[in-house]
């Protein structure tokens, strides 16, 4: 009886997370062609850690889900806290960007912050990281071009870097799929597409 209910345990806080998130990035599209609803992001980025890290804690996974509600929506620590918990909570805002700075600021601090996250921020940075590098072979943001999506690749490589330590199987996934984009937008580039 235990696991069932552990297991029911998760499942409900799994699920309160995706609505959590569904509702939050509910106008939000991705940024490629296809205009793919945003809540897939953070879905897969929670499905990519079960995948690799199958015993991976339940608040580790809420998190992912929930990764990009502060810079993207407006959501506060403390509402996460209060819905979820301050394990929950920690971890979103660890991996959430200061939408006040610049761009280029931003980026900076992602691979300065990196060494420095938890191991459970480390391990939702990188599935966000592998994610977002995986996107470029299916859903490439409009109007990046060759360069733009290599340097996306190079910069979330040093993002991930001090992460890889939490998940060989994660970093291996980084890996390959980072090796497929440099392949294939060089191979289009050559090719004249």
């Known amino acids: 009886m235990g696991s069932s209910t552990t297991d029911q345990r998760l499942m409900q806080l799994l699920l309160k997370s995706v609505d959590f998130a569904a509702r939050a990035h509910r106008d939000q599209r991705r940024k490629g062609p296809a205009n793919e609803p945003y809540i897939n992001h ?8 079960v995948e690799c890290e199958p015993d991976t804690a339940e608040h580790v996974l809420c998190a992912a889900v929930l990764h990009d509600v502060i810079e993207d929506c407006g959501a506060t620590r403390d509402e996460i806290a209060t819905c979820f918990n301050d394990i929950v909570a920690d971890i979103v805002l660890e991996v959430s960007d200061d939408k006040a700075l610049p761009r280029d600021d931003r980026k900076a601090r992602q691979i300065e912050t990196a060494p ?6 480390k391990l939702v940075r990188l599935a966000d990281k592998i994610a977002n590098v995986g996107a470029m072979l299916t859903d490439t943001p409009i109007g990046w071009d ?3 999506i290599l340097a996306y690749v190079d910069w979330a490589e040093a993002v991930i870097a001090p992460c890889r330590i939490v998940s ?7 890996d390959a799929i980072s090796r497929n984009v440099r392949v294939w937008h ?8």
């Open 186 to 193: 060089t191979e289009k580039e050559e090719a004249g597409v």
């Open 146 to 148: 060759r360069d733009q």
């Open 168 to 174: 060989p199987r994660l970093s291996d996934r980084f």
């Open 116 to 121: 420095h996250l938890s191991n459970d921020a």
């Open 42 to 49: 953070p879905v897969e980025v929670s499905r990519l850690i």
